[in-house]
């Protein structure tokens, strides 16, 4: 059986991301081993000086740590196993800001290491290591973006640290939920066959 890292970061009362996300996991139980990741109740360490410059280090090619900086890199280390423990990502999320939370940010900068998920070579240079892998975003954001003067960024920033790690990713949005409340059970049902057609896909054999 396929394993399935299902992550939320659902915080809001009455969170329209955690309606999509609960959805996904009623439709995908019994058809692949899922393992739960709140990001609210554990969040990512953010990159502040320790463990930033542990990790800086790490990228340059250290590999022996004392017991001390083993223990500040734990939550990295824990979140990038479960990455490469996984077959498949499904990762739920609002748009805040027009971008990322910053806890989901978070958790791209924790899992996005070298020799970990990526690799770099100077004459070849950047391979992503997580070509076995599949994803799936599922994004909300109260409003439209539509190719007007305002703009999201989260959807193309998650693309591309997933397309970084070689990981094949695809996104099912819920955008609008505030500014068309008058059609909100629409957009949810959209979405929601949307995400029972992905685990049919996901999940035939």
């Known amino acids: 059986m396929t394993k399935t890292l299902v992550i939320s970061y659902t915080p809001r009362n009455g969170s329209y991301t955690k309606i999509l996300f609960d959805e996904f996991v009623r439709l995908a139980k019994g058809k692949t081993e899922i393992q739960y990741l709140d990001l609210v ?25 004392s017991e ?20 498949n990502i499904v990762l739920a999320f609002p748009i805040y800001n027009f971008t990322l939370p910053a806890t989901v940010k978070a958790w ?29 975003s599922i994004i909300v954001s109260g409003f439209e973006y539509n190719g007007g003067k305002v703009k999201e960024f989260a959807t193309s920033t ?4 997933y397309d970084f790690m070689g990981i094949t990713s695809e996104q099912i949005t819920a955008f609008g939920v505030d500014q068309n409340r008058d059609n909100i059970n629409s957009i949810l049902e959209n ?3 949307e995400i029972g057609s992905l685990v049919n896909m996901w999940y035939s054999n």
């Open 41 to 65: 109740k554990t969040p990512p360490d953010l990159l502040l000086t320790q463990n930033l410059n542990l990790i800086m280090e790490w990228n340059k090619g250290k590999r022996i740590f």
């Open 158 to 161: 998650i693309k591309q640290n």
């Open 68 to 87: 001390t900086e083993q223990l500040l890199l734990a939550n990295h280390h824990q979140l990038i196993d479960q990455v490469l423990d996984a077959d």
């Open 108 to 136: 791209v900068d924790a899992i996005v290491v070298s020799d970990k998920t990526f690799t770099f070579n100077p004459n070849t240079g950047f391979e992503g290591l997580c070509s076995n892998k599949k994803a799936l």
């Open 191 to 193: 979405a929601k066959a």
